[in-house]
Each structure stands twice: as structure tokens, then as C-alpha cells.
């Protein structure tokens, strides 16, 4: 009998290291790849290092929950061409009210950063502004729902074969 349960762990273990959809038990996504937002600075520090950021912009609540975990399972597959970022806003105010959004949890991919072309007036020359092209993520809140809506917008999300 205990042949026969080593077998069954070995086909499960197999299953899921291998097959690419969810079969009912939990996936192994191994270490988070999902970051947690500190500051402004990092994630332009994130953003220049030449990736799509998808930016989760949250507070505390039960579709938060499933919404970290569809997160982790993204992040995991999406890694390294696109990196996944946590805003949890009652800790961040002023980087959630600029943009000027009411209602939480919502999803904005940041991607394509360039110098913009005029400073303007800058008050301090060290002060350097980019562009920053911003999609709103109105589709499924999946991992299939950022595949789709990766490539309906052009965005290498995986790396080429």
C-alpha cells in the first residue's frame, strides 16, 4: 500500500512541476516575485531597468486577498520580462491619490519609460522627468487575463522561443 502512495506523490509532483494549468492543488511558485512598493525612488529605479511594472494599488479587504494570490501565481510566470509591484495605499497616500482613483483594488501597467523631451521648469537641476506610458488593466484579474492583455497591447511578456 505504501508503494502505491509513493506513486500517487510522484504523479502529483510530476503533474505539477510540468502541466501549465491549475489541476486543483496548490501550485509551487517558489519565492515571491512580487514587490512591495517603499518608495517613489525604487520604483523608478524598478522602471528604468527597462520592464513592464504591473502596479497593484490596494487596501485591506477580501478580494485583496485573492488578489495578492493571482499576483504571485503572474509574477512567478511572467518573471523576469515583467515585474509585479504592491501599493498598499493607507501606507502610501500621496502616490495613490495621483492617480486619481476612487475606488480599490485597481491594476495600471507602467511601462516604456523615456526622457521626456522638454524639462520645463525645473525647481532643482537634479530633478530629471520622464514619460511613462500608463495602461489601465481592465481585463480578468488572472494570469490568463495579463497574457491576453499583454499581447493585445504588444507588450513582450515571455521570453522568445
Same mark, same amino acid.
Given at each position: 500500500?505504501?508503494?502505491?502512495?509513493?506513486?500517487? +506523490?510522484?504523479? &502529483?509532483?510530476?503533474?505539477?512541476?510540468?502541466?501549465?494549468?491549475?489541476?486543483?492543488? *496548490?501550485? +509551487?511558485?517558489?519565492?515571491?516575485?512580487?514587490?512591495?512598493?517603499?518608495?517613489?525612488?525604487?520604483?523608478?529605479?524598478?522602471?528604468?531597468?527597462?520592464? *513592464?511594472?504591473?502596479?497593484?494599488?490596494? &487596501?485591506?479587504?477580501?478580494?485583496?486577498e485573492h488578489l495578492d494570490k493571482v499576483l504571485e501565481e503572474a509574477?512567478?510566470?511572467?518573471?523576469?520580462?515583467v515585474k509585479f509591484m504592491r501599493v498598499e495605499c493607507p501606507k502610501?497616500?500621496?502616490?495613490?491619490?495621483?492617480?486619481?482613483?476612487?475606488?480599490?483594488?485597481?491594476?495600471? &501597467?507602467?511601462?516604456?519609460?523615456?526622457?521626456?523631451?522638454?524639462?520645463?521648469?525645473?525647481?532643482? *537641476? @537634479?530633478?530629471?522627468?520622464? @514619460?511613462?506610458?500608463?495602461?489601465?488593466?481592465?481585463? +480578468?484579474?488572472?494570469?490568463?487575463?495579463?497574457?491576453?492583455?499583454?499581447?493585445?497591447?504588444?507588450?513582450?511578456?515571455? +521570453? *522568445?522561443?
Amino acid at each position: 500500500m505504501e508503494e502505491d502512495s509513493s506513486f500517487f +506523490d510522484r504523479m &502529483i509532483t510530476h503533474l505539477r512541476s510540468t502541466c501549465k494549468y491549475y489541476i486543483g492543488y *496548490p501550485k +509551487d511558485l517558489g519565492p515571491s516575485r512580487v514587490f512591495h512598493f517603499t518608495s517613489e525612488r525604487d520604483f523608478v529605479k524598478l522602471l528604468h531597468e527597462g520592464f *513592464p511594472v504591473v502596479v497593484a494599488f490596494t &487596501i485591506r479587504g477580501s478580494y485583496t486577498e485573492h488578489l495578492d494570490k493571482v499576483l504571485e501565481e503572474a509574477g512567478a510566470e511572467f518573471y523576469p520580462r515583467v515585474k509585479f509591484m504592491r501599493v498598499e495605499c493607507p501606507k502610501y497616500p500621496g502616490f495613490c491619490l495621483t492617480r486619481q482613483k476612487t475606488e480599490y483594488p485597481f491594476v495600471e &501597467i507602467f511601462y516604456s519609460p523615456e526622457q521626456a523631451a522638454s524639462e520645463g521648469r525645473v525647481a532643482d *537641476p @537634479n530633478t530629471t522627468k520622464y @514619460n511613462v506610458k500608463v495602461l489601465p488593466f481592465t481585463y +480578468d484579474v488572472s494570469a490568463y487575463g495579463f497574457r491576453e492583455f499583454f499581447k493585445r497591447h504588444g507588450i513582450q511578456a515571455s +521570453d *522568445p522561443k
